[in-house]
Nanobody, 123 residues
Framework: QVQLVESGGGLVQAGEALRLSCVASGRALSSYAMGWFRQAPGKEREFVAAVTWSGGMTYYTDSVKGRFTISRDNAKNTVYLQMDSLKPQDTAVYYC????????????????WGQGTQVTVSS
């Protein structure tokens, strides 16, 4: 049984930064692509960022390019999302996700989900 546990969410003002962490337990996910999705109130869950198993390739949705950075530490079974220059429209519940194929992960075909962490950005 794999568990993904997110942390690092909170309430910040526009322009500030947060770093989300996602720790995997139950098995090593070093061969899995990892990613972040988010869901704002009344909206569908959307892809935010992904990183390949090696960390060599990263992908972002257009609205966060240049502001968010995804990274991973396979030795710690942890993936991070550094979020800079936050905007009110980034407010959402952020979910960690794992899939053994980054293309499928980006499409929302997920093997494992975390429980989510709330990010609120005030204007």
């Amino acid at each position: 049984q794999v568990q993904l546990v997110e942390s690092g969410g909170g309430l910040v003002q526009a322009g500030e930064a947060l770093r989300l962490s996602c720790v995997a337990s139950g098995r090593a996910l070093s061969s899995y692509a990892m990613g972040w999705f988010r869901q704002a109130p009344g909206k569908e869950r959307e892809f935010v960022a992904a990183v390949t198993w090696s960390g060599g390739m990263t992908y972002y949705t257009d609205s966060v390019k240049g502001r968010f950075t995804i990274s991973r530490d396979n030795a710690k079974n942890t993936v991070y999302l550094q979020m800079d220059s936050l905007k009110p429209q980034d407010t959402a519940v952020y979910y960690c996700a794992a899939k053994n194929n980054v293309r499928l992960l980006k499409s929302g075909n997920i093997d494992y989900w975390g429980q989510g962490t709330q990010v609120t950005v005030s204007s």
